[in-house]
């Protein structure tokens, strides 16, 4: 299977090329600065962690085309290194920015829908009739939306590795995407639930090094020491950028074996977005 084939590979680019782990560490550093943030004035702290929402709002197209093109290009050279991660992430920056944020309009969009559902049967509920249907149509309506959510997330996740590896544009990502896993619905679903199976791992894991640490959960924002969050920040980095570095390179070649033979020697593939895209 490809989700398999693809896990087993993971360690050996991983270990042959150690700089993919590099963009990581730092993306987390930066993330820590928010928790960080905590063993400030509660007001500063909310006005860091505001600026950086925006920040990461423009960085994180910059690290998928970076980290994608890094890993794709180590996949089909066998070397890569942080000149490409600049390259890369300028090159796809626009497409990139532009197709995560139509992913997050859809979202938006579906969150919407969910609100206004639930504000009818609300309504219906306490002005019509406080049945036990209308609890039973608002709890269907809302297994339906999550079920929406999810298939959207599994079928757009691989925009920006369309964009970076098949040189397809915003619009045409998102629909290479939805293409390549309905194409590959086994496969995507042999994927899918590692992702699940390694993520409990993973939350477990770091919720028992944190728990294990001095952090307190339930601190209120400002009473936190300077010393204790930079403890949390480190556990973050420590924990969780590693693992990031692996779902990054699984990812990548995950999609590459979903491509198959168009994979290219020049680390792009042989695709006929151009045509579709003037379709």
């Known amino acids: 299977m490809a989700a398999i084939n693809s896990l087993t590979k993971v360690p050996g680019l991983l270990a042959s090329n150690p700089v993919l782990f590099v963009p990581l560490v730092v993306l987390y550093i ?39 093109g890094m890993t794709n290009e180590a996949a089909t050279s066998g070397r890569t290194s942080l000149g490409s991660f600049v390259a890369f992430g300028k090159q796809y ?30 309504v219906i509920y306490f002005t019509v009739t406080e049945s036990v249907a209308v609890i039973a149509v608002g709890a269907l309506l809302g297994v339906l939306l999550v079920g929406v959510y999810l298939a959207i997330s599994i079928l757009l996740q691989f925009y920006a590795h369309a964009i970076v590896i098949e040189a397809y ?19 995507v679903g042999g ?7 390694g993520g409990a791992v993973l939350t477990a894991v770091y919720a028992g090094v ?30 969780l950028a590693p693992a ?25 593939v042989e695709t006929t977005a151009s045509t579709e895209s003037s379709a």
């Open 93 to 122: 920056y626009l497409s990139v920015l532009g197709a995560y944020l139509l992913f997050i309009a859809i979202m938006i969009a579906l969150f919407v829908v969910g609100g206004i559902a639930a504000a009818i049967v609300a």
């Open 244 to 268: 990031g570095a692996v779902y990054l390179v699984y990812s990548v070649l995950f999609y590459r074996s979903l491509l198959g033979e168009g994979v290219l020697s020049g680390g792009s």
């Open 191 to 197: 994927y899918f639930a590692i992702l699940l199976a």
């Open 210 to 239: 944190l728990w294990a640490s001095p952090v307190d959960f339930f601190a209120e924002p400002g009473t936190v020491s300077l010393g204790t969050a930079l403890t949390e920040a480190l556990l973050t980095v420590v924990v």
């Open 30 to 68: 930066l993330t820590s600065i928010q928790t960080i943030s905590q063993s400030l004035d509660p007001i500063v702290g909310a006005l860091i962690g505001l600026v950086f929402s925006g920040v990461f709002l423009l960085v994180t197209p910059l690290f998928h085309g970076g980290t994608i």
């Open 169 to 187: 544009g915003a619009v045409d990502s998102l629909k290479r995407s939805a293409r390549v896993v309905r194409q590959n619905l086994l496969s």
